[in-house]
């Protein structure tokens, strides 16, 4: 649910997904009454030691689990997630292994994510493992809750191989998720053979994690693997959390749970100069104005540069209102990943006039001593004054009339600087 696209996607409509920790998530369900497992922070061996202590004399079970706190999942299959049956000092001699370890999962890439922080949890028994999310649908424009019998490691493998385990109810905004929905995919679940109650307690834990979605203004909330105890209570083991940043004027709390070691600096970099900017990985710079434009940018380099192995770098959107002085950030950003190979410029100037792009790109061409291909199409308000201000800068700017001609020739220049470097 989480990718880059999806990211791009939720950029498109001017915001971007804030993400916190299992243990942060956690906090605020508590807070709203969602039953969790008793679990305190450690950042270092030392915490993790004294926080498994605190847990046996707590819970009377030698059993504990140590998790590894990055913002990405799959980490039990990276082995950032291990229980500790031997009472504290087995809990602290996992949590020597895995604070600190280069965590590789599916959501990390291969580079994986460095672990600085440790979430010691008391071990439970449990019979049956589920999955639950809660998150927007913006082409039904409404809530939607997922859930399936197949909670656990694999749910990503289930979705695509077995759509059909995967449940889902639409919340009307007018009425809000009601009590007859949450029971009748809790009867879906196949809940009512694990005890009398436990339908009613999946109930009550569904409609409080609906208010949380509501009152926190989350993107996403998704709980994997919400467990069934032998005694038929209902947990959530794991809390994975994002928020709408749209929102954050009313969470001022929020700033306090942002964890930067988790975050892209470039992103966060972005995000302080006002602009719109989501790493993708691949070669290509993009500077687009418009948040559709950029999003069908993206996808005219990948039709182009497919066959060459050319993709877009990044998703970046300089707004509507943008200055020169934010074009030239724009500019440095795009040029902080070694990955680029070319910049692909495509303007379409409404309120954005195209000799304010102009003058940025040629400034910040000449500040940066830009060392890569640019092609450049401008259209709209200004664009002879643009297209003169590029023509006589004296650099080496390729101009575009159209958007499928920029990425022809955007791929044409990566191909053609790769040749002549392998000469």
């Known amino acids: 649910m989480c990718c880059v696209f999806a990211q791009c996607q939720f950029a498109a409509n001017g915001g971007v997904f804030v993400k916190i920790h ?38 009377g079970s030698p059993v504990t689990v140590v998790k590894a706190q990055i913002h990405a999942g799959g980490r039990g299959k990276g082995g950032g997630v291990k229980v500790a049956k031997g009472g504290a000092a087995d809990a602290r001699a996992l949590a020597e292994k895995i604070l600190g370890m280069q965590l590789v999962t599916v959501q990390t890439g291969p580079e994986g994510q460095k672990v600085r922080r440790l979430y010691i949890e008391q071990g439970l028994e449990m019979v049956k493992e589920l999955y639950l999310s809660v998150l ?10 997922m859930a399936s019998t197949e909670g656990g490691m694999d749910i990503e493998e289930v979705a695509h191989n077995t759509p059909e385990k995967i449940l889902s109810i639409y919340v009307d905004p007018a009425t809000g998720l009601m009590p007859f929905q949450a029971r009748k995919l809790a009867f879906g679940l196949g809940l009512p053979q694990y005890g009398k109650e436990t339908v009613g307690k999946f109930t009550k834990l569904l409609l409080a994690l609906y208010e949380c979605f509501v009152k926190e203004d989350c993107a996403m909330l998704e709980i994997n693997p919400l467990c069934v105890l032998k005694n038929s209570d209902i947990v959530a083991l794991d809390a994975k959390v994002t928020f709408d940043d749209n929102a954050e004027f009313r969470h001022k709390d929020w700033a306090s749970l942002l964890d930067t070691n988790e975050e892209d600096p470039i992103e966060l970099e972005a995000k302080h100069v006002g602009l719109n900017y989501v790493s993708l990985g691949g070669n290509v710079g993009c500077l687009v104005n418009g948040a559709g434009l950029a999003m ?7 039709v182009f540069g497919e066959k060459a192995g050319v993709s877009p770098a990044n998703f970046l959107d300089v707004g509507g209102g943008a200055n020169q002085e934010q074009v030239t950030k724009a500019f440095s950003m795009i040029l902080k990943s070694p990955a680029v190979e070319a910049i692909f410029v495509n303007i379409f ?15 910040a061409a000449r500040e940066i001593g830009l060392k890569v291909p640019l092609v450049v199409r401008l259209e709209g308000t200004n664009v002879e004054l643009g297209r003169k201000i590029l023509s006589e800068s004296g650099l080496a700017i390729t101009a575009a009339t159209t958007m499928a001609d920029g990425a022809e020739k955007v791929v044409a220049a990566v191909t053609a600087a790769r040749k002549e470097g392998g000469k």
């Open 136 to 145: 927007v649908d913006r082409e039904k424009r409404r809530i939607v809750v």
């Open 296 to 302: 069908a940018t993206m996808d005219i380099i990948k």
């Open 22 to 59: 299992e243990y942060q998530g956690k906090q605020i369900f508590a807070k709203y009454g969602v039953p969790i497992p008793k679990g305190y922070p450690a950042f270092t061996v030392d915490e993790a030691e004294a926080a498994a202590k605190k847990l046996i004399e707590e819970t």
């Open 349 to 363: 100037g409404g309120i954005m006039k195209c000799d304010v792009i102009a003058n940025g790109v040629v400034a």
